[in-house]
């Protein structure tokens, strides 16, 4: 099996960091895409930001100049280092997976999700 593990959620104040963590683990033959979205309750799920197999970066623009996603090819990990926090960002964040897997001689194109950390931003 495949696994993705998120960590790094938690309760911040306005003007706060967190810095989330990923990291897949299990039979995966290589690890293409990662990304993180959120969540917030009764609101669609959105991309917050990716990072290519290359190191190609993209963020939402409510996150651009906050938030910085970085990757660590070597153990499967993503980071999510999130600055200045803003209640907004309050929601569950996902961490996203694409990556190929082998099955039996085929290799398929798959995406794998976490099962989400809360991030919650108060005062």
């Known amino acids: 099996q495949v696994h993705v593990v998120e960590s790094g959620g938690g309760l911040a104040q306005p003007?706060?960091?967190?810095?989330l963590s990923c990291t897949v683990s299990g039979r995966v033959f290589?690890?293409?895409d990662m990304a993180w979205h959120r969540q917030a309750p009764g609101k669609q799920r959105e991309l917050v930001a990716v990072v290519s197999n290359s190191g190609t970066t993209t963020y939402a623009d409510s996150v651009q100049g906050r938030f910085t996603i970085s990757r660590d090819n070597a153990q499967n990990t993503i980071f999510?280092?999130?600055n200045n926090l803003k209640p907004e960002d309050t929601a569950v964040y996902?961490?996203?997976v694409d990556y190929l897997k082998m099955d039996g001689d085929q290799l398929h194109d798959m995406y794998?999700?976490?099962e989400g950390t809360l991030v919650t931003v108060s005062s």
């Open 15 to 19: 003007g706060g960091s967190l810095r």
């Open 80 to 82: 999510l280092q999130m």
């Open 30 to 32: 290589s690890v293409k």
């Open 112 to 114: 794998s999700w976490g």
């Open 94 to 96: 996902y961490c996203n």
